[in-house]
């Protein structure tokens, strides 16, 4: 059950010097609605710092996600809830996909945390940062 306080507020990846709000929005009538100050929290995708896949996605643009490209397996990011809660979570893939593959977006029994972006010749391709909860 999603309790006030537990939806992503701050992303942090000190790697790329990102620091960016998260707002909570919904898919509508098949149109990604999206933040232009911010990056967006897909509402009904995982909630941080449980099971299931976080999917947070912004413009590339470089003041929003275009830097995540230059993210490497390994490195982390932290996440910060409503409430101030912090979670971090290591990236163990990114790739780039096709606007169609949309199981990287789907639920998942792990913790998960999943980037996504636009890339690729007129943005015609997605790219994918995938990361794992860590535990203490």
């Not at 909570?24 to 967006?40: A, F, L, R, Y």
């Not at 995982?46 to 299931?52: A, D, F, H, K, N």
């Not at 003041?63 to 990011?77: D, K, V």
Request: charged residues 25%; negative net charge; aromatic residues 8%.
């Amino acid at each position: 059950m999603v309790e006030e306080g537990d939806l992503p507020e701050k992303v942090l990846i000190s790697k790329i010097k990102l620091d960016l709000l998260v707002s909570p929005v919904k898919v509508v009538d098949n149109q990604w609605i999206i933040s232009e100050k911010g990056v967006s929290y897909l509402l009904g995708s995982g909630i941080p710092g449980r099971e299931g896949n976080v999917v947070i996605y912004g413009h590339n643009k470089s003041h929003l996600f275009g830097p995540i490209r230059w993210l490497e397996i390994g490195e982390e990011i932290k996440l910060i809830s409503q409430r101030g809660d912090e979670y971090i979570y290591s990236i163990v893939e990114t790739k780039i996909v096709s606007p169609e593959t949309v199981e990287v977006l789907a639920p998942t029994k792990d913790a998960i945390l999943t980037l996504y972006t636009c890339t690729g010749f007129l943005d015609r391709e997605r790219f994918v940062v995938i990361a794992k909860l860590q535990q203490d």
